[in-house]
């Protein structure tokens, strides 16, 4: 099966309008990018106006809350993030795990109120230098993944992005061979969970330290469909080269 690669940027806690520049060029880069869809999840207070800045654009947020509305001080729900223009959430990220304390279910219920709405949802997982370390990195992930799909999995709108916490924001990627195996591994674990037709469905992306210069190696590893990118997708001038190389055009 062919699947359309996805590059997703994730501004973290970072951005303010003085930054919405970078996210036209980045949408202007992403109507050329023949073959590879494009997003960028920007922090919750910049969706409107990200939105309005790069029309039939894929603006994301960076969480979502399990429940429909109620008693959830600084929460945001699916409606919300509908409300507000984006297309795509994601959600169980190693800094809302670690920070937050997200339990596997608690990213499953996340999960599960995306796709009950319109909302196209990346479901993150990786493990820590310890556990790889450890030799228990495969094993680790696959049971992480597993107790994070909602019950609801709709393949065609479920991503799943691999990013190894030692490999995140360090400048350390993990070698071809980690690659390679994990995505083999969690590909497997989505065909005994979903099935083989909604697994090779399912898009998953690498994440950690991606950038221009590494990209194209990256996307070159069977069963990686793109790149989950964090720092170098805060300007045009680093993401963009990332995206040519996801649709094979040398940078
Ligand atoms: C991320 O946090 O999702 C990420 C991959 O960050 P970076 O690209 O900066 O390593």
């Given amino acids: ?14 951005g303010t309008a003085a930054d919405l520049g970078e996210a036209t060029q980045i949408s202007m880069a992403a ?12 922090p919750a207070t910049l969706i409107v106006r990200a939105c309005t800045a790069t029309p039939g654009f894929a603006i994301g947020g960076q969480d979502v809350h399990a429940a429909a509305n109620g008693a959830h001080t ?16 994601i959600v169980g990220h190693s800094e809302r795990r670690e920070a937050h304390g997200e339990t596997s279910e608690a990213v ?11 909302l ?3 479901v993150c997982c990786g493990e820590s230098l310890d556990v790889r370390e450890a030799g228990h990195a495969v094993t680790n992930v696959t049971d992480q993944i597993a107790a994070s799909l909602p019950a609801n999995a709709d393949a065609q709108r479920l991503s799943v992005a691999y990013e190894p916490i030692w490999a995140i924001g360090t400048g350390k990627v993990a070698g071809p061979e980690e690659i390679g195996e994990m995505h083999a591994a969690i590909r497997s674990k989505l065909a005994e969970k ?13 994440g950690g330290s991606v950038n221009g210069d590494n990209a194209a190696e990256i996307f070159a590893i069977d069963h990686v469909d793109g790149a989950l990118v964090g720092g170098a997708s805060l300007t045009a001038a680093k993401f963009v080269p990332i995206i040519h ?5 040398s940078v």
């Fill in 1 to 14: 099966m062919t699947r359309r690669k996805l590059v997703a940027g994730n501004w973290k806690m970072n």
């Fill in 31 to 42: 109507e050329t990018a023949d073959g590879v869809d494009v997003a960028l999840c920007v």
């Fill in 74 to 89: 600084g929460d945001i729900s699916a409606a919300m993030l509908e409300d507000a223009g984006a297309s795509v959430v």
């Fill in 108 to 118: 499953a219920a996340k999960a599960e109120a995306a796709l009950n709405s319109t």
């Fill in 120 to 122: 196209d949802v990346i």
């Fill in 194 to 206: 979903l099935g083989e037709d909604a697994a090779n469905a399912v898009r998953i992306l690498y």
């Fill in 245 to 249: 190389a996801a649709t094979g055009r």
